[in-house]
């Protein structure tokens, strides 16, 4: 496809005659489609899933002479269902979608933080710290937590922790 679109710009363009701007604006063609075909895949139709990389942790330690590796991912949802069923079925489906196999000889254990999208924790959120008393760290959005999954090093099962309605403020 990408070549297709390639030869049709060459052919529209006299200009690019030159293979090098050619083959550049291929390249950034592929790309761009690529990128985009890959991150929408994971997110089931009127259900949208970020990641926030930026809230992501690795905690590594040892327990008994043996090493660890936790890793922490954290996403906002938009649109979730509203059944603990339906919420397990569709993040069940993303993780299985971008889930990468070498994930998990790196990790002991992947814990991954699922939040609703409201106005505490849009689909852009970053940990901001303005000052000692005047801070907002994602730990205090707990009401909007969906779910916790868990994945455990030699376990092809997932975990998944619902928060009870009495731990919600």
């Keep these: 496809m990408t070549w ?3 030869f049709s710009l060459q052919n529209s363009y006299p ?3 030159n293979s090098r701007s050619a083959m550049t604006i291929a390249g950034i063609l592929f790309l761009m489609l690529s990128t985009n075909s890959v991150a929408g895949d ?3 139709p009127g259900i949208k899933v970020f990641p926030r990389p930026a809230l992501t942790t690795v905690t590594p330690g040892s327990y008994q002479d043996k090493a660890y590796n936790i890793k922490t991912e954290r996403f906002v949802v938009a649109n979730p269902p509203q059944t603990e069923q339906a919420i397990r ?3 069940g489906a993303y993780i299985q979608c971008e889930w990468a196999t070498d994930q998990h000889e790196k990790y002991t ?3 991954r933080f699922f939040y609703r999208e409201t106005e505490a924790t849009p689909r852009d959120y970053v940990e901001s710290v303005k000052s000692y008393f005047d801070h907002d760290r994602i730990e205090y959005h707990a009401g909007d937590l ?3 999954v868990r994945w455990r090093r030699g ?3 997932l975990e ?3 928060p009870s309605p009495s731990q919600s403020p």
């Design 160 to 162: 998944y922790h619902f």
């Design 15 to 17: 200009g690019l005659t």
């Design 146 to 148: 969906l779910v916790a």
């Design 89 to 91: 079925e569709v993040i």
């Design 109 to 111: 254990m992947i814990v």
């Design 4 to 6: 297709s679109v390639f």
């Design 42 to 44: 994971c997110s089931p």
């Design 155 to 157: 376990s092809d099962d």
